[in-house]
Structure formats: C-alpha cells, structure tokens
C-alpha cells in the first residue's frame, strides 16, 4: 500500500524558535496534502490543504503566517511552525492524496510530536 | 459533507465480532461512507469505504443499510491490536476532498 512518511518523528524545541516537519509520499506522487493537528484527547483538525506548485489553502482560525506550508514537489510537502510557543505543542500529522481520478484514499503519515518549552 | 454520529465508546471480546455503527442520516447520492481508525500516537490508517453496496477487505466489512443513512464496520475477528478510535467520514467522490474527522468511537478489545 501507499506509505507516506514524516520527519521527525517528535521534537522538542524552545519557545520561540521555528520547527520545520517534513511529509513525504514514498512510492506515489501527491498532488494534494493535508495538514492536521491534534491535541490530547482530542479529534484531529485540519489545518490546511497544500497542492503542488500553488499556495496552500488554510481552514478558518489557522494562521498562515504562523504555520508556513511548502509543497514543491510532488513528493514533498513541509510545514514549518514559526516562532513556537507551548501552546503549539501537539501531535501533527499529514496525509496525501495520490490525485488519481477515483482514487479517493488518502494516506496518513505516523505523526509528529512537538512539545515547545 | 454530511455530518456523522458515532457512539463515543465501545467494548468487544477478544475473538469476537466488533460492530461498530455509524449514523448519516443527511448523506447525500454522491457521498462515500469512510472509516479510518487511529491507534494511540500514530497516524489514521484507512480500513475501507462503500458507496451504497457492502464491501470487504482484509481488515473489515461495511455494512450500508439501503436508505444510506446508517452503516456498520465490522471487524469480524477482533484481537487486541483493534484497539483504537475509529472514525466514520462522509465525503463526496470528487478529486482530493479533505477528510472531517468527528470525535469517533473509542473500541477497547478485552482479552
């Protein structure tokens, strides 16, 4: 099946720094990813679509300039936090869509876990 | 998307059948019926998605009643490893369409 990997698999950084995750599709080209965050105990939420080659689309109450979003190829999508604090702690995970007509499964990532001190 | 209703918890023996229902009563003629479930700290992993007729796989069976406004997965032999929060998402078929994840179904597998 479709693996899509992440990196790094948790960090831990400063408040106030920025932190970059990687999203990678391993064996198929993503024309389209997701980026969700999930708090403890909670749903995940989606935070914006990314597509290759264009600006990413952020849902309602994500800050673009905060969660900086870059899909320049079609294996590849980065989100970078900028400027983190602890309540950007939480569990982030991305998902890729291979963009084949009528394939509509999309492929999780395993996740990455910040914690900002 | 139609929204969805799941009961927020359930329990299931080992080496039974785990039915897990799902209500979405608002679905429209287009929109699949998803399910994903989420092992703690990891990614979702897709398990299967139907349209109006059941489906199999490896993993599980959907079960869509005929009106469409309800569905089943069913894990017919569960083990311990089933032990996760199983989300049930409507979504339309076209293109790359985000996925909405509600709050989902807890299932503990108990030995």
């Known amino acids: 099946g479709a693996v899509v990997s992440q990196h790094p698999s948790r960090v831990i950084c400063k408040s106030g720094t920025s932190v970059k995750i990687e999203c990678r599709s391993l064996d198929f080209q993503a024309t389209t990813m997701f980026w969700y965050r999930q708090f403890p105990k909670q749903s995940l939420m989606l935070m914006a679509t990314s597509n290759e080659g264009s600006k990413a689309t952020y849902e309602q109450g994500v800050e673009k300039d905060k969660f900086l979003i870059n899909h320049a190829s079609l294996t590849l999508s980065t989100l970078t936090v900028t400027s983190a604090h602890p309540e950007d702690s939480s569990f982030y995970i991305c998902?890729?869509?291979?963009?084949?007509?009528?394939?509509?499964?999309?492929?999780f990532g395993p996740g990455t876990r910040l914690t900002v001190l | 998307d139609a929204k969805t209703t799941q009961p927020t918890s359930m329990d299931c023996a080992e080496g039974r059948a785990a039915n897990l229902p799902c209500n979405h009563s608002t679905i429209s003629g287009n929109e699949y019926v998803y399910w994903y479930r989420q092992i703690h700290s990891q990614g979702p992993q897709y398990i299967i998605h139907?349209?109006?007729n059941n489906e199999t796989n490896e993993m599980a069976s959907l079960i869509i009643t005929e009106d469409r406004k309800s569905s089943t997965l069913i894990l017919p032999h569960a083990t311990l490893r089933d032990t996760a929060v199983y989300y049930c998402i409507v979504r339309g078929s076209q293109g790359a369409q985000k996925l909405v994840f509600g709050q989902g179904t807890r299932l503990t597998i108990n030995p």
């Open positions: 139907g349209l109006k």
């Open positions: 998902s890729a869509h291979p963009g084949l007509e009528g394939t509509d499964t999309q492929y």
